[in-house]
T-cell receptor, first 112, second 116 residues
Framework: DAKTTQPPSMDCAEGRAANLPCNHSTISGNEYVYWYRQIHSQGPQYIIH???NNETNEMASLIITEDRKSSTLILPHATLRDTAVYYCIVRPMDTGRRALTFGSGTRLQVQP | GAGVSQSPSNKVTEKGKDVELRCDPISGHTALYWYRQSLGQGLEFLIY????????KSGLPSDRFSAERTGGSVSTLTIQRTQQEDSAVYLCASSIGRASGANVLTFGAGSRLTVL
């Protein structure tokens, strides 16, 4: 699986957009970008995934650059409940039947 | 069920005892994963089951750890002769297990193990 690089921590003011970057410069054409988050003392939670196009759901938006070497997860109006560790994971679509490994992620602190 | 269910939610045991942790995945999910998370640390992969295939045990830290999945559904993670360093939250996840395409993992709430 392609390696990802994320900043270890970020702060965001409540009500503002949180933009979490992820670098995956070695990504190949058949690899998805997934985002999960882990709120303190809970199991990780799936947020969103994408291949080439930008994606949006009720939780967040995923912006993937045209060269696919980086992406940004956007939480449009961050709340205190969004304080969590956010994980960016890249994984080939044709190895769905294989273990998924998590890096160290970005610790997002939403400030009141 | 509607989600991944794990039991017990909390387990306190004495060093040297054996423990069993249970995971009940989402119905119809063929893939099941176990992870471990020590206090303040990241997620450590332990073992992965996919349908009837041989499990990927590459993450098990020692031969004291084992897991089985009976009937392609419920899984049990067993830790023998527990040590204090085994104290952690043990997380289970399941997914549909597509051979290709996106596979989204759904996690349980975890089992917190404390070894005294």
């Amino acid at each position: 699986d392609a390696k990802t690089t994320q900043p270890p921590s970020m702060d965001c003011a409540e009500g503002r957009a949180a933009n979490l970057p992820c670098n995956h410069s070695t990504i190949s054409g058949n690899e998805y970008v997934y985002w999960y988050r882990q709120i303190h003392s809970q199991g990780p939670q799936y947020i969103i995934h994408g291949l080439k196009n930008n994606e949006t759901n009720e939780m967040a938006s995923l912006i993937i650059t045209e060269d696919r070497k980086s992406s940004t997860l956007i939480l449009p109006h961050a709340t205190l409940r969004d304080t969590a560790v956010y994980y960016c994971i890249v994984r080939p679509m044709d190895t769905g039947r294989r273990a998924l490994t998590f890096g160290s992620g970005t610790r997002l602190q939403v400030q009141p | 069920g509607a989600g991944v269910s794990q039991s017990p939610s909390n387990k306190v045991t004495e060093k040297g005892k054996d423990v069993e942790l249970r995971c009940d995945p989402i119905s119809g999910h063929t893939a099941l994963y176990w992870y471990r998370q020590s206090l303040g640390q990241g997620l450590e992969f332990l073992i992965y089951f996919q349908g009837n295939s041989a499990p990927d045990k590459s993450g098990l830290p020692s031969d004291r750890f084992s897991a089985e999945r009976t009937g392609g559904s419920v899984s049990t993670l067993t830790i023998q002769r527990t040590q204090q360093e085994d104290s952690a939250v043990y997380l289970c996840a399941s997914s549909i297990g597509r051979a290709s395409g996106a596979n989204v993992l759904t996690f349980g709430a975890g089992s917190r193990l404390t070894v005294l």
